[in-house]
T-cell receptor, first 109, second 114 residues
């Protein structure tokens, strides 16, 4: 299956700082989604973004499908942003979403 | 709207015992997924349903795992018999139409096999 790599694996931020998370994938994709898994294990869909740029409050995401990567930007981070961020891609075969290994974010006050 | 509902939230069983998980997707969502998540890893697909049809079950260990989605709404995932290595979080997700719409996850069932 398609390989999905996320970086960095771990990130510690001071509250108020900005950060960029990266997702690289090894093959062409139909769709890409970003998720936040909070410390209680709930997975929340942040963006459905097969291409282009989207923004939602302090979060934004950009996918450059032709270059096989996506970026998630977090601005003015808050302690509630802590958790693990996953990207998931659906290869052109359209069979399933493959998840990356995630970026674990800790925001300290 | 109500989200994806899963039960139970936690389950502890002894090895070789059976266990079942239940999922009710978001109303109107045609596609339902069961994922497995091990500690420190991303979710991995077990089975995907389009309405009541299992369209991708290639990663479901069929010797001990079974699933059904009667009437194309709620679904159950069963393990019989459970093994120690089955300890994990079992996540259910739904989407409006397959891979071309956002996935929404339930809270998951944390299974511990002793």
């Amino acid at each position: 299956g398609i390989q999905v790599e996320q970086s960095p694996p771990d990130l510690i931020l001071q509250e108020g700082a900005n950060s960029t998370l990266r997702c690289n994938f090894s093959d062409s994709v139909n769709n890409l989604q970003w998720f936040h898994q909070n410390p209680w294990g709930q997975l929340i869909n942040l963006f459905y973004i097969p291409s282009g740029t989207k923004q939602n409050g302090r979060l934004s995401a950009t996918t450059v499908a032709t270059e096989r990567y996506s970026l998630l930007y977090i601005s003015s981070s808050q302690t509630t942003d802590s958790g693990v961020y996953f990207c998931a891609v659906d290869a052109n075969t359209g069979n399933q979403f493959y998840f990356g290994t995630g970026t674990s974010l800790t925001v300290i006050p | 709207e109500a989200g994806v509902v899963q039960s139970p939230r936690y389950k502890i069983i002894e090895k070789k015992q059976p266990v079942a998980f239940w999922c009710n997707p978001i109303s109107g969502h045609n596609t339902l997924y069961w994922y497995l998540q091990n500690l420190g890893q991303g979710p991995e697909l077990l089975i995907r349903y389009e309405n009541e049809e299992a369209v991708d079950d290639s990663q479901l260990p069929k010797d001990r795992f079974s699933a059904e989605r009667l009437k194309g709404v709620d679904s159950t995932l069963k393990i019989q018999p459970a093994e120690l290595g089955d300890s994990a979080v079992y996540l259910c997700a739904s989407s409006l139409w397959g891979q071309n719409s956002p996935l929404h996850f339930g809270n998951g069932t944390r299974l511990t096999v002793t």
